[in-house]
């Protein structure tokens, strides 16, 4: 079945930029998404990417994918203690039309 | 525009009671999703419904009932809680399958 992965833990200091990766199963999945969860609150999308595009990036944010290798990665440039926060990777639109998590990457930012 | 909406925000229960989750949507999305969210595990598809009408089972349906008889609303239903359900419930719901998921703020159940 579908399966996406993604390390449990990032740390930074203020200032420098932050790679995080997710690693994902279903080839036919259509869109790939960022989501941003801070404590006690839900999930906000951040940025998604098309399955034929390489690369999106939105202002802090630049999203690399890999297909080949099913590869996906947030890079956050100068990274704040505003973004301390769960980043969840999710693969959506493929043939079960269902959006599948991975388990999430706590951000932890140093100041 | 109010969004997703999910009450209550936090719930105790006991041990074989049962209960209903709200969602409510207002932006005319067909789709509708309930996950559970718990430590280590990332969010889990319970159920899911693509149209009023609709619905279909996610990861994890056991012990969950849901319906959706109109557009904007989509309740989960525990019949006899178990401590094993005591999680953090999402909502989600999106124009199409191939659109950004837009979340509530969750509901907190601890189950006793």
């Known amino acids: 079945g579908e399966d996406v992965e993604q390390s449990l833990f990032l740390s930074v200091r203020e200032g420098d930029s932050s790679v995080i990766n997710c690693t994902y199963t279903?080839?036919?999945?259509?869109?790939l998404y960022w989501y941003k969860q801070e404590p006690g609150a839900g999930l906000q999308l951040l940025t998604y990417i098309f399955s034929n595009m390489d690369m999106k990036q939105d202002q802090r944010l630049t999203v690399l994918l890999n297909k080949k290798d099913k590869h996906l990665s947030l890079r956050i440039a100068d990274t704040q203690t505003g973004d301390s926060a769960i980043y969840f990777c999710?693969?959506?639109?493929?043939?079960?039309?269902?959006?599948?998590f991975g388990t999430g990457t706590l951000l932890a930012v140093q100041p | 525009n109010a969004g997703v909406t999910q009450t209550p925000k936090f719930q105790v229960l006991k041990t074989g009671q049962s209960m209903t989750l709200q969602c409510a949507q207002d932006?005319?999305?067909?789709?509708m999703s309930w996950y559970r969210q718990d430590p280590g595990m990332g969010l889990r598809l319970i159920h899911y419904s693509v149209g009023a009408g609709i619905t279909d089972q996610g990861e994890v349906p056991n012990g969950y009932n849901v319906s959706r008889s109109t557009t904007e609303d989509f309740p989960l239903r525990l019949l006899s809680a178990a401590p094993s359900q005591t999680s953090v419930y999402f909502c989600?719901?999106?124009?199409?399958?191939?659109?950004?998921?837009?979340f509530g703020d969750g509901t907190r159940l601890s189950i006793l």
């Open positions: 989600a719901s999106r124009d199409r399958h191939d659109q950004p998921q837009h």
């Open positions: 279903d080839s036919s999945s259509t869109y």
């Open positions: 932006m005319n999305h067909e789709y």
């Open positions: 999710a693969e959506g639109g493929g043939a079960t039309n269902k959006l599948i």
